[in-house]
């Protein structure tokens, strides 16, 4: 048996990267996953896939965590299939670089909505869905806010909130036996960061001369430390961010 045997978790963010991986590894556990994606079905649908030929449970739902009525649709469709939810991974996110000049609205907003107003409204609903017995609930922060590198600022206190958020939601869930914590990665390689230019360079090259146990990460280097926070081997772990960066 896993550690999540007969646990449903929900996975925000899933179709591809950290998220894909954490989905995985919570179903090698024992668990069942709901796989929530924004826009890329395609990637979804082959995770639920890799987790069903390996054995498990899992299930593709399309959902914008920045939206309550897709946030209700989610845990709705999530609870119909599999019954009341365990474990919650707020994974869903966006980042995107630039000085501070051009900073914009829409960019501010978007940052916001998607980084952390999507934490709020999938913890709230998340309440509706848990066992009497409580459970977990896992926030992807970032290194970037020890780090606070430049021309990031928006991207660096959307996750400085989430640091703040499961602070706070701990205080304020622990009375009904429900555990918050968030994991900040350090820079992982991912389809995004491949594509945003920051693996394969000179940012990559510095990154990994400033990490200690030189490398840069892998999704799995993440989830597995998601996986442990969601099962009972954490059942004392509440309230604490866990850098995952390999020492940067």
Same mark, same amino acid.
């Not at 970037?144 to 499961?166: C, F, H, M, N, Q």
């Given at each position: 048996?896993?550690?999540?045997?007969?646990?449903?978790?929900?996975?925000?963010?899933?179709?591809?990267?950290?998220?894909?991986?954490?989905?995985?590894? !919570? %179903?090698?556990?024992? #668990?069942? $996953?709901? *796989?929530?994606?924004?826009?890329?079905? @395609? =990637?979804?649908?082959? +995770?639920?896939?890799?987790?069903?030929?390996?054995?498990?449970?899992?299930?593709?739902?399309?959902?914008?965590?920045?939206?309550?009525?897709?946030?209700?649709?989610?845990?709705?469709?999530?609870?119909?299939?599999?019954?009341?939810?365990?474990?919650?991974?707020?994974?869903?996110?966006?980042?995107?670089?630039?000085?501070?000049?051009?900073?914009?609205?829409?960019?501010?907003?978007?940052?916001?909505?998607?980084?952390?107003?999507?934490?709020?409204?999938?913890?709230?609903?998340?309440?509706?869905?848990?066992?009497?017995?409580?459970?977990?609930?896992?926030?992807?922060?970032?290194?970037?806010?020890? !780090? %606070?590198?430049?021309? #990031?600022? $928006?991207? *660096?206190?959307?996750?400085?909130?989430? @640091? =703040?958020?499961?602070? +706070?939601?701990?205080?304020?869930?622990?009375?009904?036996?429900?555990?918050?914590?968030?994991?900040?990665?350090?820079?992982?390689?991912?389809?995004?960061?491949?594509?945003?230019?920051?693996?394969?360079?000179?940012?990559?090259?510095?990154?990994?001369?400033?990490?200690?146990?030189?490398?840069?990460?892998?999704?799995?280097?993440?989830?597995?430390?998601?996986?442990?926070?969601?099962?009972?081997?954490?059942?004392?772990?509440?309230?604490?961010?866990?850098?995952?960066?390999?020492?940067?």
């Amino acid at each position: 048996m896993g550690k999540l045997t007969g646990k449903v978790a929900v996975v925000t963010g899933a179709a591809k990267g950290i998220g894909a991986e954490i989905a995985r590894e !919570l %179903a090698a556990e024992g #668990a069942t $996953v709901v *796989v929530d994606y924004a826009m890329s079905r @395609d =990637g979804a649908d082959k +995770v639920v896939e890799q987790i069903v030929a390996g054995g498990g449970q899992a299930l593709a739902v399309q959902a914008d965590v920045a939206k309550s009525a897709d946030v209700e649709r989610l845990f709705a469709e999530a609870s119909r299939a599999f019954g009341p939810i365990d474990v919650l991974v707020n994974n869903a996110g966006v980042y995107q670089f630039g000085r501070i000049e051009e900073v914009t609205e829409e960019e501010f907003h978007r940052h916001f909505n998607i980084n952390v107003l999507s934490v709020l409204l999938a913890t709230r609903e998340t309440l509706k869905h848990f066992r009497p017995e409580g459970g977990s609930i896992v926030n992807l922060g970032s290194v970037v806010t020890r !780090l %606070a590198p430049p021309e #990031a600022a $928006v991207y *660096v206190a959307t996750k400085s909130a989430i @640091d =703040g958020i499961t602070r +706070v939601l701990a205080k304020e869930l622990g009375p009904r036996k429900i555990r918050v914590n968030s994991v900040s990665p350090g820079i992982v390689e991912t389809e995004g960061t491949h594509a945003g230019g920051f693996i394969g360079g000179d940012f990559e090259r510095q990154v990994v001369q400033q990490t200690p146990l030189g490398r840069v990460g892998r999704p799995d280097d993440i989830a597995r430390v998601v996986v442990f926070l969601a099962s009972d081997d954490a059942r004392w772990v509440t309230g604490e961010t866990l850098t995952v960066s390999g020492g940067l």
